[in-house]
T-cell receptor, first 112, second 113 residues
Framework: GQQLNQSPQSMFIQEGEDVSMNCTSS?????WLWYKQEPGEGPVLLIA?????ELTSNGRLTAQFGITRKDSFLNISASIPSDVGIYFC????????????FGAGTILRVKS | GAGVSQSPSNKVTEKGKDVELRCDPI?????LYWYRQSLGQGLEFLIY????????KSGLPSDRFSAERTGGSVSTLTIQRTQQEDSAVYLC???????????FGQGTRLTVV
């Protein structure tokens, strides 16, 4: 159904490495969003994607809306310690209008 | 204010008591969401308000949970007869309705003892 499968669950990488995470679903999505959450804070929006195939960058972050409209990925290049946090994908399933559903999150830890 | 505001930031309550959590969305945002986040977990959808439409309550876990949105602005999430498993961070978000980008408050951390 509308469930989002996000992977990996966690990553522990060396500072300077690139990071890739993704979300997939069996449902078609109208939109994909990527958020970052730090301890004690609400999620903060990083990137929004509205069209199939769309590739959008925000600094060292790049995200794409999959052609099938059932998946999205987020890449972080040259990771730095402040990239630490939980990254969530979110989307609006086609059949649920404006309802926004979230993946389970990817925990990112960076070794400096 | 400029962002989504939630109050209180922390709430400790005794099992069986009722609690009310408040959310002030961004001015002009027509849509408002409530989510629950248990420790180390993802965001669980609870309820969604869009303008004057009937709210989508499909995520409310039991009839002890209810929410209102007065005047299309402030929303209150009420949990009656709280249980220990209700302990979590309750997050509110708002958006323009026609746009997916939702902006979150800092959440209310609820602890039921």
């Amino acid at each position: 159904g509308q469930q989002l499968n996000q992977s990996p669950q966690s990553m522990f990488i060396q500072e300077g490495e690139d990071v890739s995470m993704n979300c997939t679903s069996s449902s078609i999505f109208n939109t994909w969003l990527w958020y970052k959450q730090e301890p004690g804070e609400g999620p903060v929006l990083l990137i929004a994607l509205y069209k199939a195939g769309e590739l959008t960058s925000n600094g060292r972050l790049t995200a794409q809306f999959g052609i099938t409209r059932k998946d999205s990925f987020l890449n972080i290049s040259a990771s730095i310690p402040s990239d630490v946090g939980i990254y969530f994908c979110a989307g609006q399933p086609l059949e649920y209008g404006n309802k926004l559903v979230f993946g389970a999150g990817t925990i990112l830890r960076v070794k400096s | 204010g400029a962002g989504v505001s939630q109050s209180p930031s922390n709430k400790v309550t005794e099992k069986g008591k009722d609690v009310e959590l408040r959310c002030d969305p961004i001015s002009g945002h027509t849509a408002l969401y409530w989510y629950r986040q248990s420790l180390g977990q993802g965001l669980e959808f609870l309820i969604y308000f869009q303008g004057n439409s009937a709210p989508d309550k499909s995520g409310l876990p039991s009839d002890r949970f209810s929410a209102e949105r007065t005047g299309g602005s402030v929303s209150t999430l009420t949990i009656q007869r709280t249980q220990q498993e209700d302990s979590a961070v309750y997050l509110c978000a708002s958006n323009l309705g026609g746009r997916a980008e939702a902006f979150f408050g800092q959440g209310t951390r609820l602890t039921v003892v």
